[in-house]
């Protein structure tokens, strides 16, 4: 019998070069180049737009710390605490009047913009197919727990 070929694990962001915090930079420059263009955007009053940012800044930290942890308890915990953040995200999106519909496309628009930074981590350090597909995959699942617990938070 032949062995069984090893299947590549997902390496963090650092051992593949790439500093979370440049990461978390160029997402924030994407999100503030298109916000403005978003209906739901400017039905919020200050106050609740600084309330978002706020927690928004700590989900992509939660996020991009699970991506740029390896061990399986680090990551647990990271995406339990981003898991609890979008329920808080759902509550209050409610609160403020955003439909469900509304509070999911606003996901979405964050989501398109996290995934399109993990894509550009993939092309700068030219990630081999295999491994680009383990970030996406860990990333993707990352947001899908993410947006179930805000979806959960609305209907609450």
Do not use: C, N
Not at 20 to 36: C, G, I, N, Q, W
Not at 98 to 109: C, D, P, R, V, W
């Amino acid at each position: 019998m032949l062995p069984r070929p090893r299947q590549a694990r997902r390496q963090s962001l650092t051992a593949l070069g790439e500093a979370p915090d440049r990461v978390a930079s160029e997402f924030r420059r994407r999100v503030r180049t298109d916000l403005a263009s978003q209906d739901w955007y400017s039905r919020f009053d200050e106050d609740s737009l600084r309330w978002f940012r706020e927690r928004g800044m700590r989900m992509s930290e939660l996020l991009l710390g699970h991506l740029d942890t390896t061990r399986r308890a680090g990551r647990d915990q990271l995406i339990e605490q981003a898991s609890l953040l979008g329920r808080e995200y759902g509550v209050e999106a409610k609160r403020r009047g955003l439909s469900l519909g509304e509070a999911t496309q606003a996901f979405l628009f964050f989501r398109a913009r996290f995934m399109a930074e993990i894509a550009q981590v993939a092309r700068r350090r030219a990630l081999a197919s295999e491994q680009a597909s383990l970030l996406f995959e860990e990333a993707d699942r990352a947001l899908d727990r993410v947006i179930l617990a805000l979806i959960q938070g609305h209907q609450a």
